[in-house]
């Protein structure tokens, strides 16, 4: 079994600032990447941010410069850093990561359960 905890949900002002984590947990050999997507109402879902186990990362070009991402690894744990933090910003955001459950199985897509970001006056 393997589960993404996601915590940080929150209302937040234009211009704040947020912090999402998302930690992993259960029977893992292995993290590829680790990122966050999200929902906005009447959009498809979209990346965001993801980071690479040797730690290169991709961004959405309407984060970049707002937005930065960061993982621990010993805590098979992802940060997503939010700030300047804007209306169109407001989505349910989903973890994702690419996991591996043994040392000869291939990597596995696994999703959190999604927290709500609101930005709002």
């Known amino acids: 079994q393997v589960q993404l905890v996601e915590s940080g949900r929150g209302l937040v002002q234009p211009g704040g600032s947020l912090r999402l984590s998302c930690a992993a947990s259960g029977s893992i050999f292995s993290i590829n990447g680790m990122g966050w997507y999200r929902h906005a109402p009447g959009k498809q879902r979209e990346l965001v941010a993801v980071?690479?186990?040797?730690?290169?990362?991709k961004a959405a070009d309407s984060v970049k410069g707002r937005f930065t991402i960061s993982r621990d690894n010993a805590k098979n744990t992802v940060y997503l850093e939010m700030n300047t933090l804007k209306p169109e910003d407001t989505a349910v955001y989903y973890c994702n990561a690419q996991i591996s459950r043994t040392w000869n199985s291939g990597y596995s897509e696994y999703w959190g359960q999604g927290t709500q970001v609101t930005v709002s006056s």
């Open positions: 980071i690479y186990r040797g730690g290169n990362k």
